[in-house]
């Protein structure tokens, strides 16, 4: 069994139990300290990212969303910078996505 699958069978007790009327205060502070934490890191990952990409768009003197769109209409060329900086946003947007996820739980 892989970790994920592992993963998964626990939250799926943890979610049988809540579901059967077991409430822990451990549990609900527990899972609100996860995601308190991945929240922060998923945080810390985004403005990590984001320095990434002005050192690109100040030397390109070009927004990432607008270098993005070019680079996969495939106006720009093959410069192992634009695969760099394209990489570099795509993990960006992956992580604003996560940050959404995990503000929306913790609303």
Same mark, same amino acid.
Request: charged fraction near 15%; proline fraction near 0%.
């Given at each position: 069994m892989?970790?994920?699958?592992r993963f998964l069978d626990q939250l799926q007790v943890l979610n049988?139990?809540? #579901?059967?009327?077991y409430h822990s205060? *451990?549990?609900e502070r527990s899972?609100?300290? !996860? !995601?308190? *934490?991945?929240?922060?890191?998923?945080?810390?990952?985004?403005?990590? *990212?984001?320095a990434k990409l002005q050192v690109y768009e100040s030397q390109y003197q070009m927004p990432s969303?607008?270098?993005? #769109?070019?680079?996969?209409?495939g106006e720009l060329g093959d410069s192992m910078d634009f695969f760099e900086w394209?990489?570099?946003y795509d993990m960006w947007q992956a992580v604003q996505t996560r940050i959404g996820v995990l503000q929306s739980i913790s609303s």
């Open positions: 892989t970790s994920q699958n049988a139990l809540y #579901q059967r009327g205060d *451990l549990m899972f609100a300290k !996860i !995601i308190e *934490l991945e929240h922060s890191q998923a945080l810390q990952q985004a403005s990590d *990212l984001q969303d607008t270098f993005y #769109q070019q680079f996969n209409a394209s990489a570099f």
